[in-house]
């Protein structure tokens, strides 16, 4: 409520009340009431793949959709919330939009959401004014786009564009519980056939938009509420495991050591090293995180014998980012290689870099124009479920300032309602621009 003071005396010093942008910070404020066991307990927030807390969510945002006058609001097979706001033809094209509804563990509240709730706002204006579009719109909160219970990123997204990988129905999570059961517990039918029926057939589509919190720091340093993305980064991310042998720490002598957890760790620094090498290829344009090092039944007193590790490799286009996998993948076995140890690397995900579509650039650039803001195009270093789309149909983003220097994965991730405000009238013009052509 602190937060909530603060963020109204910034109201304050633009003499207007915000309506649209209290609302969507509202809706992220209570859905943030949700969260997994032990981490609402520690008011963290925690939302992963069809947990109890991600069911709540979901119910919750089919509730608002219902109330904002959406005519259809429902859970599909895969537990994503789809609320569809008919055209004037009921069977005319359908603009799509959207963006994820679980987070990070410990992570904000407008990650995702906000694509969720900007266009939600535009609906309810919509309905309130008995307006129809000349074309549908079709508003998904997507339930997985992090990959955080289930190796299985971009799930939700995914979906829409066939891109359900059937191996991910085996996947266990923390407790051991396959991603079947997972799906079956909640209610869905858990069979692929129901998960393909899913797919969306992009003749139906205008294209896909989604407005997403920036996530960084530019938007801050220039201090402008909202940005035009020009294109996503490419990613790539792994899940490896070093096998050495386990020993006393006391007798085995650091010269005869099978340490698995000291390969791991010479793995980060050169990834760390290799990722931000300018040179005349990737020009410093390269991200490479190992976000996660386990040494599996790891005591002070033993050399480490097994080292679980996580690999996220990102870059703006697909070749720059490949050349990167491979200099790390072939480091990785020189590594194990000198020091006598095994080691797996498994591509759990792959996300081509996703240009904007042009016309669908520009039409944000005209929205955040019709504002009176500055333009400010930048890329996303961000992987968002726009990438996903952006193998069936055009797509574009638009980002929003967050606070707190942009901080983002962070339980410090915040927004004021005055940009939302301005994120809502943008995609409001979108739709008018859209509506005129
Ligand atoms: O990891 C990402 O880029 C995104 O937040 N899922
Ligand atoms: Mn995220
Ligand atoms: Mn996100
Ligand atoms: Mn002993």
Redesign the pocket.
């Given at each position: 409520h602190i937060d909530r003071i603060a963020e109204l005396r910034l109201n304050d010093k633009f003499g207007v009340e915000p309506a649209l942008g209290n609302q969507v910070w509202d809706w992220c404020e209570q859905l943030a009431v949700h969260s997994d066991p032990g981490y609402l307990e520690r008011g963290e927030l925690t939302v992963t793949y069809l947990t109890e807390a991600h069911q709540a969510c979901a119910r919750q945002i089919e509730a608002w959709m219902r109330e904002c006058g959406f005519d259809e609001a429902r859970v599909d097979a895969v537990g994503n919330v789809v609320g569809v706001y008919h055209g004037a033809d009921p069977s005319s094209k359908r603009l799509l939009t959207g963006s994820?509804f679980d987070?990070?563990r410990n992570?904000g509240k407008y990650?995702?959401r906000l694509g969720i709730f900007v266009p939600m706002a535009c609906v309810q204006q919509l309905a309130r004014a008995g307006r129809r579009l000349p074309f549908g719109l079709e508003v998904v909160g997507f339930a997985e786009?992090?990959g955080q219970r289930y190796p299985a990123t971009f799930l939700g997204s995914g979906a829409l564009v066939g891109g359900f990988d059937p191996a991910w129905m085996t996947q266990l999570d923390a407790d051991g519980i396959a991603l079947a059961d997972a799906m079956r517990a909640a209610g869905h039918p858990a069979t692929l056939d129901a998960i393909a029926a899913l797919r969306r057939d992009p003749a139906r589509y205008l294209g896909f938009v989604e407005v997403h919190i920036e996530?960084g720091p530019v938007l801050n340093e220039i201090d402008l509420p909202l940005g035009i993305v020009t294109s996503i980064n490419g990613s790539l991310r792994y899940l490896g495991e070093v096998q050495g042998v386990a020993s006393h720490a006391g007798t085995t002598p650091m010269d005869r050591r099978r340490d698995a957890a000291t390969a791991v760790a010479e793995l980060a620094l050169y990834v760390e090293k290799r990722a931000g090498r300018v040179d005349g290829n990737s020009g410093g344009s390269c991200v490479g995180t190992v976000g996660q090092l386990e040494v599996p039944n790891g005591s002070i007193n033993v050399v480490p014998g097994r080292c679980r590790f996580s690999l996220d490799l990102r870059s703006t286009t697909n070749p720059v980012r490949d050349a990167l996998a491979a200099d790390v993948r072939a480091e990785l076995a020189a590594i194990c290689e000198r020091r006598g140890l095994n080691f797996t690397l498994t591509e759990i995900m792959r996300a081509s870099a996703a240009p904007s579509a042009p016309a669908w650039q520009q039409r944000w650039e005209r929205a955040v124009e019709s504002l009176a803001l500055p333009l400010h195009r930048m890329p996303s270093g961000?992987?968002h479920d726009a990438m996903k789309l952006h193998e069936a149909m055009p797509q574009a983003m638009l980002f929003v300032r967050g606070l707190n220097g942009g901080i983002?994965?962070n339980p410090l991730e915040s927004s004021t309602s005055d940009d939302i405000d301005l994120s809502v009238r943008a995609f409001a013009a979108l739709l008018d621009d859209l509506a005129r052509e």
């Open positions: 994820h987070t990070v992570g990650d995702g786009e992090e996530q961000a992987g983002s994965h």
